[in-house]
């Protein structure tokens, strides 16, 4: 199963997700691919806090690199990255006059031998989140409990029907996940049942904290399981999973 982990918005805790959720189905015996399809390059620092000469840039840009050429174990059993570099924009402009841009990354991974593919993508719907999404089975949505949360989500919404009607009829919305959320603060309760009435059945019941290991984790090289496996953000991500697994 391929899945873009996507949000047009900044900010909202998309790497996060991409990178807790994937190590938590590898730690549960699935082989997990986590492919870092942002020039920034936060899950690629996320995970391996080192630079790479090989990276999806060349997915892309170059129709002899192959995903085993690119892909690189982690420090956690049964995850493999591709790394990203700054190389992505330069690539995303190389192909954009190529007839079959959008399907570069899906020809990529048609044999591919993971039980997941986790894509994390830009914040933004240029071709880069196109080619993911063209790629993929459905698209995991990452929501900020916020009250500007929902207007980035109607354009990605926008964007993931379009690539459903015009490329990849077969491409569905797996949920939405309500991240950084403050229990104490009574916005955010107001705000995550505003969220639930819109989006109704296929938001999470698992929410994500906002959580000071959550927060200090990736400069660790860690996902929080690791980090620090007794916090709330490591249950949260627990609870996630399951109730990912079971959907």
């Known amino acids: 199963m391929i899945i ?5 918005k900044g900010g909202v805790g998309k790497t996060d997700l991409c990178v807790n959720l994937a190590s938590s189905l590898a730690q549960r015996g699935k082989k997990v691919l986590v492919l870092d399809l942002d020039p920034q390059a936060n899950t690629t620092e996320y995970l391996s ?11 892309l840009a ?21 790394p990203a570099s700054q190389k992505l924009s330069a690539a995303q402009v190389e192909i954009m006059n190529d ?16 039980d997941y ?55 569905s919305v797996r949920g939405y996940v309500l991240t950084m959320h403050d229990r104490r603060n009574n916005l955010t ?4 049942g505003e969220i639930r009435k819109v989006y109704g ?10 959580n000071v290991d959550l927060a200090e984790a990736p400069r660790s090289n860690m ?16 609870r996630l999973t399951e109730e990912f697994l079971g959907g």
């Open 4 to 8: 873009t982990v996507a949000n047009q």
């Open 49 to 59: 806090g080192r630079p790479h000469k090989r990276d999806s840039s060349m997915l």
């Open 62 to 82: 170059d129709d002899r690199t192959r995903l085993r050429d690119v892909a690189v174990p982690t420090s956690i059993k049964n995850l493999h990255l591709v």
């Open 99 to 114: 007839p079959g841009m959008q399907f570069k990354l899906k020809r990529k991974l048609k044999s591919h031998a993971y």
């Open 117 to 171: 593919v986790l894509i994390d993508t830009p914040p933004s719907l240029g071709m880069l989140t196109v080619n993911a999404l063209t790629a993929s089975d459905s698209v995991l949505v990452p929501v900020q409990v916020h009250h500007l949360a929902t207007r980035g989500v109607e354009q990605l919404m926008n964007t993931v029907n379009m690539v459903k009607r015009e490329i990849n009829p077969g491409l």
């Open 189 to 192: 309760a107001r705000m995550e």
């Open 201 to 210: 059945r296929g938001v999470f019941d698992t929410v994500i904290p906002i």
């Open 223 to 238: 996902p929080i399981m690791l980090y620090n496996k007794e916090s709330r953000g490591a249950y949260a991500y627990q």
